[in-house]
């Protein structure tokens, strides 16, 4: 990462119900990156709440409320999403607020002056459950092609944006700059999707009042209102210094499902404008019940509140980063998540904290020993830029499979040694420095982990009495022989208490 502060996105999520498991799987990946950015410098972790649209109008009328009501009640829920799950964010932007469309508006002045805008009639289909317009040509069996639902015939003057005219520099781009769209599988079908032509894009809308009020009348398509979330954000138009200082994004969090707007329209409005694109996408994949993707609309959702309070929120995020490479889809179920915390929390890293400080209590009266050999300094020496670099990569899982080396090394250690035997013995010199091994590795645990599990991580760090130390410099933090000898360790309860089958 450089010296420029590093800006991470969620998408902003469509309010028209509440969030499911999905939803905290996206912000928890965006913060796992933010709290290892704030490590080496600046960061900004940006989300929000998508809040127009038909779909949004649809469900307060159905609440019997205005859609503003709707939206400021439904927008309190998904903030209480991110705090459940400890979502360090920066900004939390709402689509229905006057920072926002007053940019939005000028984005659409801006666009119509460089012709990048124009009037036309427009005849086809629309989704209303993807806010999607469809050409005949691109339906499956008369159904939308992302969601196979019906489709409504529109016919409407509206605003529509030149979006074919950006086709060729969007295949040099992507032909010049193979990381653009991340994983391979999201590349290659947009690479296919340009190949294929692009059409110019509605981007208003006549018959529907809930949107971003536009000038002679009408609303903003949701779509583009809700792109440009990522720039209205951080002051385009508004406070260049600031928006200099984030722009262009280094990485966009999406679903795949959204993978078009993101990496086709998106680049293409941002050059109209003369701004840069976004450094990165990477669409992820899918959680599935049985093979099915979670989504409301199947009713196979997880309520994320209660999953946080039966498991544990840093438990669901521990077990959504490890389980699968962050990319592809992978399949939940209550069971795995029970013994991903059973065994990797429990047994491998709760247990080791737990033995740890039992012993140095029993035998060290719970001070740490002086610092005596640098085996494990030497061996895993390289263990946090190694992790960094998975991080930086998105191989969430592969960092933590890192991590987990040095948890098994510990464990292993007080396995192999048998610290009792070494006091039984009286081998003082070696018994301190397994002592001081297990307490510094476990400093170094809380480091490494705090991106990824941040209550327990600081949890680790209090029962070691090294106190709030999580925001140090990485590569600083991670110096073997860092911990001070005579520290007084607290102990404390079990970091994750078995859970029964």
Request: with cysteine.
């Amino acid at each position: 990462m450089s010296d420029r502060a590093y800006y991470v996105t969620t998408p902003i999520y469509y309010i028209n119900s509440v969030p499911h498991i999905g939803h905290a799987y996206t912000s928890i990946a965006a913060d796992v990156l933010a709290r290892y950015a704030r490590t080496r410098g600046q960061a900004f972790l940006l989300t929000g709440t998508d809040e127009h649209g038909q779909k949004v109008a649809n469900a307060a009328a159905e609440a019997g409320v205005s859609p503003q009501a709707w939206t400021d009640r439904m927008a309190a829920t998904w903030q209480s999403l991110c705090r459940r799950y400890e979502i360090s964010y920066d900004d939390f932007i709402r689509t229905t607020e006057e920072r926002h469309q007053s940019v939005c508006v000028e984005v659409f002045e801006r666009l119509k002056v460089s012709g990048d805008i124009y009037v036309g009639k427009y005849e086809g289909w629309y989704c209303t459950y993807d806010e999607t317009f469809w050409l005949e040509s691109k339906l499956v069996d008369g159904r939308c092609p992302e969601c196979r639902r019906d489709v409504q015939w529109l016919s409407e003057d509206n605003w529509f944006f030149a979006l074919s005219r950006y086709r060729d520099r969007l295949l040099e781009h992507y032909r010049t700059h193979p990381d653009f769209v991340r994983p391979q599988r999201a590349y290659n079908e947009m690479l296919a999707t340009l190949e294929g032509g692009l059409d110019d894009l509605c981007i208003s809308r006549t018959n529907l009042d809930w949107g971003v009020p536009l000038p002679g009348g009408g609303v903003m398509y949701v779509w583009l209102d809700a792109l440009l979330n990522y720039i209205t954000a951080i002051g385009w138009s508004r406070d260049e210094e600031r928006f200099r200082r984030y722009w262009p994004a280094d990485v966009h969090l999406i679903g795949k499902e959204i993978a078009r707007f993101h990496t086709i329209i998106w680049p293409a409005v941002l050059w109209a404008l003369g701004l840069p694109e976004p450094k990165s996408i990477f669409a992820h994949g899918w959680l599935t019940i049985e093979g099915e993707k979670i989504s409301k609309s199947r009713g196979n959702v997880f309520d994320p509140f209660a999953t946080a309070d039966f498991f544990g929120a840093d438990t669901v995020r521990y077990f959504l980063l490890r389980e699968a490479p962050f990319g592809a889809d992978f399949s939940w179920s209550d069971e795995k998540v029970r013994q991903r915390r059973n065994s990797d929390l429990g047994n491998d890293l709760g247990n080791l904290l737990r033995r740890s400080l039992t012993m140095l209590q029993r035998y060290r009266d719970g001070i740490v020993p002086p610092v005596a050999g640098a085996s494990f300094g030497e061996r895993f020496g390289d263990l946090g830029e190694r992790t960094a670099g998975r991080i930086v990569e998105l191989d969430f899982r592969g960092a933590l499979a890192e991590i987990w080396e040095l948890v098994s090394a510990l464990n292993r250690a007080i396995d192999e040694q048998k610290p009792w035997r070494l006091y039984e013995q009286g081998a003082q010199h070696e018994l301190d420095a397994l002592l001081y091994t297990l307490c510094e590795g476990l400093r170094w645990l809380g480091h490494l982990l705090a991106p990824f599990i941040p209550a327990k991580a600081a949890e680790i760090h209090q029962q070691l009495g090294v106190g709030d130390e999580l925001g140090r410099n990485w590569n600083e933090a991670l110096r073997w022989g860092d911990l001070t000898a005579g520290q007084q360790t607290r102990g404390g309860e079990p970091l994750f208490p078995r859970l029964l089958d």
